[in-house]
């Protein structure tokens, strides 16, 4: 079984600054990891993915997360935010092998971004 | 564009009522997934239809059903409507099996709001 915790619902960053978004995982068996982004009244767009490969991902929009297994953490993080970013932004683990996309998200995190 | 789109984007039904969701899948892909997302919540796992097989459910009772048909495209129908099935139905579609990437594409979503 597996399941994430985002930890924060909210969180205001003034533009230009840091974005950290975190997540840890549970999971049973070695895992996949995705952040997604939701903008209001929409679905939900891919940021970057985790396969078990490279622990630094690097994704779209300037985003990348590291895998950390000691941790159990998949943190996302940009260095400069910009106003764009404000939306939804979901952390989601599923069993690690392709062809097994059933995803358990998280509760989310809002992020708003502070002129 | 994900090029998964889904019908209607929003309806009101009352309780006791059924309802039928419909997603055309991304072109190529053969799996389906749908999710339910309450407000302020992640997406939540109800089933998953590979090549016109259940291919997994999650906690959701048995008025909860769904269809693939032979074009990939799938439906949801959810009988005797409660008022906790007001949710954003989300339908995303990937490349299960061998093939499979790992990666999820969501529609928009199908708004349903039970009075």
């Known amino acids: 079984a597996q399941s994430v915790t985002q930890l924060g619902s909210h969180v205001s960053v003034s533009e230009g600054a840091l974005v950290l978004l975190r997540c840890n995982y549970s999971?049973?068996?070695?895992?996949?990891l995705f952040w997604y982004v939701q903008y209001p009244n929409q679905g939900l767009q891919l940021l970057l993915k985790?396969?078990?490969?490279?622990?630094l991902v690097k994704g779209i929009n300037g985003f990348e997360a590291e895998f950390k297994k000691s941790e159990t953490s998949f943190h996302l993080t940009k260095p400069s935010a910009h106003m764009s970013d404000a939306a939804e932004y979901f952390c989601a683990v599923t069993g690690g092998y392709f062809g097994n996309e059933k995803l358990t998200f998280g509760t989310g995190t809002r992020l708003t971004i502070i002129p | 564009e994900t090029g998964v789109t889904q019908s209607p984007t929003h309806l009101i039904k009352t309780r006791g009522q059924q309802v039928t969701l419909r997603c055309s899948s991304q072109s190529g892909h053969n799996t389906v997934s749908w999710y339910q997302q309450a407000l302020g919540q992640g997406p939540q796992f109800i089933f998953q239809y590979y090549r016109e097989e259940e291919n997994g459910r999650g906690n959701f009772p048995p008025r909860f059903s769904g269809l693939q048909f032979p074009n990939y495209s799938s439906e949801l129908n959810v009988n005797a409507l409660e008022l906790d099935d007001s949710a954003l139905y989300l339908c995303a579609s990937s490349l299960g099996g061998t093939g499979g990437t790992g990666e999820l594409f969501f529609g928009e979503g199908s708004r349903l709001t039970v009075l």
């Open positions: 985790y396969t078990s490969a490279a622990t």
């Open positions: 999971s049973s068996v070695p895992p996949y």
